[in-house]
């Protein structure tokens, strides 16, 4: 079992910034893969952004240029560093934890926060 402890979002005005981290504990495997999935009032859960436990990442590409992933390997800590924000952005964001970095083994998800960007 692998438990995710999202912390960051919020209320932000349109071009501004913030940002969010997922913590993850318990039963922690590597290679993982760790991301972000964010999810729309009326529409389906998209992938926002991944990183794998050995760096490589991925980006929708409504997000390339403005988001930037990162992760603490030490810390089991992904974050999502989000600039240049638009009300299209607003959404309940996901933390995802994979077992593997094609992202097809079990996976967990965090209880999710919320994003709001005002225009």
């Given at each position: 079992q692998v438990l995710l402890a999202e912390s960051g979002g919020g209320?932000?005005?349109a071009g501004g910034s913030l940002s969010l981290s997922c913590a993850a504990s318990g039963?922690?495997?590597r290679?993982?893969?760790m991301g972000w999935y964010r999810q729309a009032p009326g529409k389906q859960r998209e992938m926002v952004a991944t990183i794998t436990?050995?760096?490589s990442t991925n980006y929708v590409d409504s997000v390339k240029g403005r988001f930037t992933i990162s992760r603490d390997n030490?810390?089991?800590t992904?974050?999502?560093?989000?600039n240049s924000l638009k009300p299209e952005d607003?959404?309940?964001y996901?933390?995802?934890f994979n077992r593997r970095v094609d992202g097809l083994g079990p996976e967990y998800w965090g209880q999710g926060t919320q994003v709001t960007v005002s225009s």
């Open positions: 209320l932000v005005q039963s922690i495997t290679p993982n893969v436990s050995g760096g030490a810390k089991n992904v974050y999502l560093q989000m607003t959404a309940v996901y933390c995802n």
